[in-house]
Each structure stands twice: as structure tokens, then as C-alpha cells.
């Protein structure tokens, strides 16, 4: 499975095409679809960080994946966001994505919205682990294997 091309524009304004605009070899995606999915979000946070700081070929982001609207919600969104958000770091990694959600699930066999997924990809994208919901032990340990599998 290979993650859908699709543009995004990161808390610092910046347009980024996904996953071009990736910057690592192994990319970690947290993508989340409701504010009150960030809790979860953050249980991974702590893993993400520590994989990121071990190897240097792996990069994480916040993946936020809103249903498309108008320019005006979408900057009041996005502003709202990086008000909460004031770490330039964090800013950077948290790109919002506006689209057809259920095309972007159904691209990369997401069955519904209920909780965040976790999803690595190499440099061409293709997702290579998985998981969803908040972080467990079991899902690091099999995280970090995974990471450390494909950095070999």
C-alpha cells in the first residue's frame, strides 16, 4: 500500500505535497481526524520522539485530516491550531490535510474515523507498518522492530 500524493500546508504556513515533502527516509505518520483524538495522538509522542532522536533516518509528524471546506474555516481552523501550538518544532510536523476524507481513507484501507493510525512509510512511500489507536507497549516494541528491520 502506497500513501495517496496530497497537499497539505504545515502550522508555519508552509504548502508541503505528501509524501514528497517528507523528510525522512522513514517517515511516521500520526494522522488523527477529531480534536479529541489528540490525547491519543500524544501517547505516541514520547516513542515517535525517542525513534526520531535514535535514528537519524526517521522523521514523525501530526497528520491532522480534516473534510474539505471553504478557505475562510480552513485558515480559522488552522490558526486555532497553531495558537494551541507554539513550539516552531511541533508547528513544522503538524500538517493539516483537507480532502475528501473517505477517498483518503479508502486509499489507504483506513475502515473508519474512530481513532488515530499510525502508519510508516519508506522513501517511496510505501506503508510498511501500522497501527491504530493509542500507543501500547506491544505496539512500540513491534514499531521499533519494524524501524529497525527496514533501517537495516
Known sequence: ?????????????????????????????????????????????????????????????????????????????????RAGIPNHNTRAKTITIYTDKEKFCDALGIPDEKTIWVLVLDRQANVFWRAEGAFTAEKGDALLKAIQEEHN
Open 1 to 81: 500500500m502506497t500513501f495517496p500524493k496530497i497537499t497539505g500546508s504545515n502550522l508555519l504556513r508552509q504548502k508541503l505535497t505528501l509524501p514528497d515533502d517528507l523528510q525522512g527516509e522513514i517517515n511516521i505518520l500520526l494522522v488523527a481526524f477529531i480534536q479529541q483524538h489528540q490525547a491519543l495522538v500524544d501517547s505516541w509522542i514520547p516513542i515517535v520522539g525517542q525513534l526520531e532522536k535514535s535514528f537519524p533516518a526517521v522523521q514523525f509528524y501530526e497528520i491532522p485530516v480534516i473534510q474539505k471546506m471553504n478557505f475562510l474555516s480552513q485558515t480559522f481552523i488552522n490558526e486555532g491550531m
